[in-house]
Structure formats: structure tokens, C-alpha cells
């Protein structure tokens, strides 16, 4: 998608949480790399992670549980507004991931950004399931 959008003034990727749907794990600095841009991964709730689930789910786990692992662990952090997130990165280290989100967090703990995807993804979901 920011190949395809060809903006020069994008200079962070901000993500809702490095795993989509429980198993797809996404490479930080896979995405870093190719896009050349910083990344923040961000999360809301403490969590002891994803490997036993990993590892009863699938016939044979190492590959995915290693790139799970690969993920580093969380960097728990405090926004100005009061509200704790938890964060992964790659391409920025944890003092200008937290300056980022708190730049971009008006009020609670989700920043504008993210929390305006989740908007237009669930108005984009209604439209093609045919909902008002």
C-alpha cells in the first residue's frame, strides 16, 4: 500500500499489533527495510504471548514460532495522556517511537492514525457486507 500510494511525506509506519488474525506474524524489519521508513508496532494489553497457541495449532510450529520470537519483546511505555501502550519497532528506537505516538495520541491511548484506520476499515467492511 505505500509503494502504491507514492507519497513522499509518509515517514513512519504505525501498526495496531505485529500479528493479524492470531498466526500472521508480520516481520518489523521485513517492512522496515523494504519501505525504508521507521515502524511502530503497537498493542494495548500486557500479554505473556502467542507461543503455546502457536505451538497446539499447528503441526509444526518452528518456523512460525521463530519468526514470532523474532519480534523481540514489548517495550511497555507511557503516553503523556496517561494511557499505557506496548511496542515493537524497527528503523526507530523506543525514545522516538514513544515522542511519535505521543505526537500523535490527542486523547487516550490510540493514536489518530491507527484509530482512524479501524474507522475506515469497519465503514469499508459495512459497505461490502451491505450494511448502513
Not at 474507522?119 to 457486507?129: I, T
Request: charged share 30%; hydrophobic share 35%; net charge positive.
Amino acid at each position: 500500500m505505500y509503494r502504491r500510494l507514492k507519497r513522499e511525506d509518509v515517514n513512519l509506519i504505525m501498526l495496531a499489533g505485529c500479528v493479524i488474525s492470531r498466526y500472521n506474524i508480520i516481520d518489523l524489519d521485513e517492512v522496515a527495510s523494504k519501505s525504508g521508513l521507521p515502524v511502530v508496532c503497537l498493542t494495548y494489553n500486557e500479554s505473556k504471548g502467542i507461543e503455546d497457541a502457536i505451538s497446539r495449532h499447528f503441526d509444526h510450529p518452528e518456523e512460525r514460532l521463530e519468526k514470532y520470537r523474532r519480534l523481540g519483546t514489548r517495550s511497555s511505555v507511557l503516553l503523556r495522556t496517561g494511557h499505557r501502550v506496548y511496542l515493537r519497532n524497527a528503523g526507530i528506537d523506543d525514545s522516538d517511537a514513544r515522542g511519535a505516538l505521543d505526537a500523535f495520541t490527542l486523547q487516550g491511548g490510540v493514536p489518530e492514525p491507527v484509530r482512524l484506520a479501524k474507522l475506515l476499515a469497519r465503514c469499508a467492511s459495512s459497505r461490502v457486507l451491505g450494511r448502513p
